[in-house]
């Protein structure tokens, strides 16, 4: 079978959810038999998120191979358990430096270069997941992961936006190029006014009108609604927007993005994919761990409460966070409440009042200076009280530095990232970090392999693992010069990488649970396959 192509696009307003629906399309086509990729193309020129605020853009995501993308792609990875690269996140600022480069170094033979038809080829060439030489030999439209069934690409914004008018006319070429071997997948919103108490389309079809404009028409419409839409608006929206009825489809709150693929299962969206590109739909497939699953979710009560300690007072910014510790709470039977604190605003006076009825503590990753003190009063409230408490990357060194400073008594203690003249570097930069100057893509990013020490809490964690491989994503990292003094002390290191000799994990055995990561363990928590970190840390507070 050749590669088919999703694309999906959103119109209307942003925010909708392309994300979810892309996850879901990957998993019901995954749940029929098919190898599915998924990939992101997001107009913004940045050449990747790593260097954005989380309040511009919400939480940085990083691949297995050290890619810093966007959020989305952690939908992706959660959903469907497939393993994204830096291939599966592209922006125009890629596309871009790209051509740039090789007018540069004159592989286009003096040729003027122009948005059409250059940069659009370079679209059409990552969309198509083409090699180089694939695309010097004419667009062969033969695509570079040969096994691949499906590619589905989600372009970011919306309709209409300047940014994305390049993609669309990627979108528009290649549409006539694959025929039947590609569909478009539009996500529009149906509001709802209250005044008139009606549902109203026109949103909807001006918004196809604006596809169309542009050379597309949607195959399948997703319409994005907070109440229910009957067989009648539906039909509205199939006649005046060229769609057949069985392709609109409507994309309703639901209590959980989780219960998003089987609704879109119930209504047929990957029944009409297959049809559309011509291929049999045969049986609907059971999914039954998938439904397992929203069993669990459905039947937990017990209420866990934890307090994630950071300087980001919005949900995207910590957003696998927040969705690998409410994975784990279903899988453990409760329902995870995550509770915002901001570090900012934590004293020494105040801590007890803003942990106050939390049963577990987590202190965020981060960057900068700014609320790391009411992190480390965070970590010493959680150490002193034995609340169970986890650290991810910056959190972890805040945690070493709290140790540093109340029970090594370096008062002065702290990392070099916050005070470069501090007698007691407890977290130094990276002997490789020294000579960088770049700050985009430079960092110790992607999977590296991490040591477990035996009868660890850690150890245990993993199933009694030896050797296990996490995401990293940091500048600084624990100073060895003061390893001998923490485990003296009582603070453990439990997880090391074996060249480089890093302290990736910390604990403190003596206590409940007090763990900190120089890992991300949120990267590799999928729906079916909880993190077993986020596993351990949600008994604990269960107990």
Not at 30 to 56: C, H, M, S
Not at 127 to 139: F, H, I, V
Not at 193 to 220: F, Y
Not at 231 to 237: A, G, I, M, N, T
Request: glycine share 8%; net charge negative.
């Amino acid at each position: 079978m050749n590669t088919k192509y999703i694309f999906v696009t959103g119109g209307v307003v942003s925010s909708l959810g392309k994300g979810i629906i892309s996850a879901s399309i990957g998993k019901l086509l995954q749940a029929r038999g098919y190898k599915v990729t998924i990939q992101k193309f997001d107009p913004y020129i940045n050449i990747d998120p790593g260097t954005l605020n989380p309040y511009e853009h919400g939480e940085c995501y990083v691949t297995e191979d050290g890619f810093e993308t966007d959020l989305d792609l952690g939908h992706y990875e959660r959903f469907t358990g497939i393993r994204t690269t830096q291939n599966n996140s592209i922006t125009t600022g890629r596309i871009y430096k790209t051509v740039i480069d090789r007018e540069r170094h004159g592989d286009y033979l003096g040729k003027t270069i122009q948005v059409v038809p250059h940069i659009t080829d370079e679209i059409k060439r990552r969309m198509l997941r083409l090699s180089e030489k694939g695309m010097a030999d004419g667009e062969k439209l033969a695509t570079a992961d040969e096994d691949l069934d499906f590619v589905i690409t989600e372009v970011g914004g919306t309709i209409g936006d300047i940014e994305s008018a390049p993609f669309m006319e990627a979108i528009r070429q290649l549409r006539w190029q694959l025929g039947r071997d590609a569909v478009c997948v539009h996500l529009t919103y149906v509001p709802y006014l209250k005044a008139a108490d009606e549902l109203k389309t026109k949103p909807t079809q001006h918004s196809v009108k604006e596809l169309q404009s542009m050379g597309i028409q949607p195959d399948i419409l997703v319409l994005r609604t907070e109440r229910h839409l009957d067989d009648h608006l539906r039909l509205k929206v199939a006649s005046f927007c060229n769609v057949d009825l069985e392709c609109v489809v409507q994309s309703e709150d639901m209590d959980s993005i989780y219960e998003v693929p089987v609704n879109m299962q119930r209504q047929g969206l990957d029944a009409a994919i297959l049809r559309k590109i011509g291929i049999p739909v045969g049986e609907m497939p059971v999914m039954k761990a998938w439904h397992d699953f929203l069993e669990k979710q459905r039947k937990a009560t017990c209420e866990v409460h934890i307090a994630l300690v950071g300087k980001y007072d919005l949900q995207d910014a910590y957003k696998s966070i927040r969705e690998s510790l409410n994975l784990a709470g279903i899988y453990n039977d409760v329902k995870t409440k995550v509770h915002f604190v901001n570090s900012e605003e934590i004293t020494v006076q105040n801590v007890a009042d803003k942990l106050k009825g939390m049963q577990g503590v987590l202190i965020c990753p981060g960057f900068g200076q700014r609320g790391i003190e009411g992190k480390i009063i965070a970590a010493e409230y959680g150490r002193t009280t034995d609340i169970p408490t986890f650290g991810i990357c910056l959190g972890m060194q805040m945690m070493v530095i709290e140790f540093a400073r109340n029970v090594l008594g370096y008062q002065d203690a702290n990392s070099s990232e916050m005070s470069s003249d501090t007698v007691h570097p407890v977290i130094d930069l990276m002997e490789a970090q020294k000579n960088v100057t770049n700050m985009g893509g430079t960092m110790r990013l992607g999977a590296y392999d991490c040591e477990l020490v035996k009868n660890s809490r850690v150890f245990t964690a993993y199933g009694q693992q030896m050797m296990i491989k996490e995401r990293h994503r940091h500048r600084y990292e624990f100073n060895n010069q003061y390893r001998e003094e923490y485990e003296s002390a009582g603070m453990k290191c439990v997880g090391i990488n074996p060249s480089s000799h890093l302290v990736e994990i910390v604990e403190i055995p003596e206590k409940r649970w007090y763990i900190g990561t120089q890992f991300h363990p949120e990267y590799s928590s999928t729906v079916l396959h909880p993190h077993p970190l986020f596993m351990s840390f949600m008994r604990e507070l269960k107990n």
